[in-house]
């Protein structure tokens, strides 16, 4: 009997590597893709482990699994400093600091 692969493997992969490369987006559309890799790949496991010998391509959800919870974390960090920031200094300061860094850096 031949393997099939499992579902969303390789969509559970490239939404957890999105989530680690998009956390610079204020940290709101990686948290996104990390959350929906992750309970992708909660679902994936379960059917894994339910007959293990009937799929192939654990190894991207397994990969994708970590690389989401990467990404889940480095954008709830990112929210966290952005809040910070609008809550400290405001629109105007940002927009101060933003100006600032242009001009020094000859932008």
């Given at each position: 009997m031949?393997?099939?692969?499992?579902?969303?493997?390789t969509l559970i992969l490239v939404f957890g590597i999105v989530s680690i490369v998009t956390c610079c987006c204020y940290g709101v559309l990686g948290l996104i893709f990390g959350?929906?890799?992750?309970?992708?790949?909660?679902?994936a496991t379960k059917l894994y482990m339910e007959n293990p010998e009937n799929y192939e391509g654990f190894s991207n959800v397994k990969t994708g699994k970590i690389l989401a919870i990467i990404g889940i974390i480095l954008n709830v960090l990112y929210l966290g400093?952005?809040?910070?920031?609008?809550?400290t200094i405001g629109m105007e300061g940002i927009q101060e600091m933003q100006r600032e860094l242009m001009e020094q850096y000859g932008g």
């Open positions: 031949e393997k099939q692969k499992l579902p969303n493997s959350i929906i890799a992750l309970v992708l790949a909660n679902k400093y952005t809040i910070f920031l609008f809550s």
